[in-house]
């Protein structure tokens, strides 16, 4: 997976979701990898545009993994998806998706890029701008584009995704200790 200008996108305003951005996870049983979902609004043409450029890009240089012929993109699996059809869920809709991973951590920080070394910073929600890089892939009867995770920079919070509460939400404050112990 070299990184090559040309196959690398720098995302406009995205939102992240099931952000696995601090330690790797498995997914389905395989290698542990950092991993989050990019949610892109469709009205982000420049992004959408340069994605798909990168995947037209990575299909061409990987022609070895598709046996030397120029694939036919509705017979393998590409990485821009469409929340709209393929998730039953609010966040996503009106807008595009990509997965991406690393079997490397993501460099995170803030607007001015310095490193953001508080975890609660980036959670699913979170808007942020992201590195990412396409690349051709053939495994196990599979074949298509994939799409690696480079960095991440946060742009501004949002409303956390999942339905997680707060602890101010789920607690009010214990006025006397004693009383709570009897």
């Known amino acids: 997976m070299a990184n090559n200008s040309k196959t690398k996108v720098v995302t406009g305003t995205v939102r992240l979701s099931y952000a696995n951005v601090w330690e790797p996870k498995s997914i389905n049983g395989g290698a542990e990898k950092y991993s989050v979902s990019l949610i892109i ?9 340069a994605i798909n450029a990168a995947v037209d890009v ?5 022609l070895a993994k598709f046996g030397g012929k120029k694939p036919n ?3 393998i699996k590409l990485p821009l998806r469409d929340g709209d059809t393929e998730r039953d869920d609010e966040a996503y809709a009106d807008s595009y998706f990509v997965n991406a991973n690393s079997q490397t951590p993501p460099q995170i920080v803030d ?10 910073e980036i959670y699913s ?10 690349y051709a892939f053939n495994s196990n009867g599979n074949k298509g584009v994939a799409c690696g995770l480079g960095n991440i920079q946060k742009v501004r919070d949002g409303q956390p995704l999942g339905n997680r509460s707060t602890a101010e939400d789920d607690f009010a404050a214990i006025e006397d200790a004693d009383d709570f112990l009897s």
């Open 125 to 134: 929600g979170v808007y942020a701008r992201v590195s990412i890089n396409f």
């Open 73 to 75: 993109k509705a017979a």
């Open 41 to 49: 609004p469709k009205s982000d043409k420049k992004t959408i545009a």
């Open 58 to 62: 990575a299909i061409e240089e990987g």
């Open 111 to 120: 607007q001015n890029v310095n490193p953001i070394m508080n975890r609660s």
